[in-house]
């Protein structure tokens, strides 16, 4: 399941960054096309272009339904980071940081160095000695903290 999902992201933002930013699809032909059910594609939906993450989806139901998909443009890279520091919850599982990690890195906000420190900041190797369900609270925390610290440092310090 985790590899149909990847495949639909990938043709997504594909798609997105063939048309400038914003794309217009029916689920049903989407899911045709990468053969798979309407429910898939709602689900990486969902779980993958969320506001945090920076898209904005809307969507028609109907026979004439349709989803558009746009990529939230952000005018700085300082920007951006406040953005999603603001969006983070209570806590912030390790998935959930490669996927911002992983979304800084596609819009050349952070370098492939930051990238790799902020992932191993925030791995469950390095919150080991953690019981697990302090875990998340303190991967926040950290990641939190070093975005602040990415936010407030000169953007050419960490931009590509």
């Not at 952070?110 to 469950?124: C, G």
């Not at 697990?132 to 950290?142: A, F, G, H």
Request: proline share 1%.
């Amino acid at each position: 399941m985790a590899r149909l999902s990847d495949n639909i992201e990938a043709l997504l933002k594909q798609m997105i960054e063939q048309n400038d930013g914003s794309i217009e699809i029916t689920r049903n032909e989407l899911a045709e096309q990468v053969k798979c059910v309407p429910s898939q594609i709602t689900y990486v939906l969902t779980t993958r272009f969320t506001n945090s993450q920076g898209y904005l989806v809307e969507s028609r139901r109907g026979g004439g339904g349709w989803i558009r998909i746009t990529r939230v443009v952000h005018q700085s890279a300082a920007r951006y980071l406040m953005h999603a520091l603001n969006n983070i919850g209570d806590s912030l599982s390790q998935h959930q940081t490669s996927v911002l990690v992983r979304n800084f890195l596609d819009y050349n906000i952070i370098n492939q160095h930051t990238a790799r420190l902020l992932l191993a900041a925030t791995s469950d190797q390095a919150l080991v000695t953690l019981e697990p369900q302090l875990r998340d609270n303190v991967r926040m925390n950290i990641f939190k903290n070093m975005l602040i610290s990415l936010i407030t440092t000169q953007e050419s310090t960490f931009q590509k």
